[in-house]
């Protein structure tokens, strides 16, 4: 789970060229903070990954998320990987959600889902987006 894309440059291609048609803004406060599978590692003094994805989280290829830089990729736990990097990111309500809305859809559809992850920082009552 670690946040860096598995999405190959051809797929990353075929991704960009056919953009998502439904898009979901994930709110990220403490809710979609995504701290599931994070255990205690005693050897070096800090939470890690457990590395386990539930089965309502799997990625799929027709879900994608728009990343820090700006560009569609598959989604898959942890879904803000890239943006909380000084964090240990796990599991969060946001794949399970998106696979929901999936399975609603019609299983003939080839419409993409994007998930947009509105980040929002609150420090010394200064809002940053």
Known sequence: MEGKSTTSAAESLEIQ???????????????????????????????????????????????????????????????????????VCGVGPGMAFTNAVRNRLESDSDDMIGLFLFFVLQHKNRITL
């Open 17 to 87: 060229s056919h953009p998502p048609s439904q898009i979901f803004i994930l709110s990220e406060q403490s809710n979609m903070a995504g701290c599931g599978g994070g255990v205690k590692d005693r050897h070096l003094n800090r939470c890690v990954s457990d590395e386990f994805v539930p089965s309502e989280c799997v990625p799929d290829l027709s879900i994608l998320r728009l990343s820090t830089d700006l560009r569609w990729e598959e989604a898959r736990e942890s879904l803000h990987a890239d943006i909380d990097t000084s964090k």
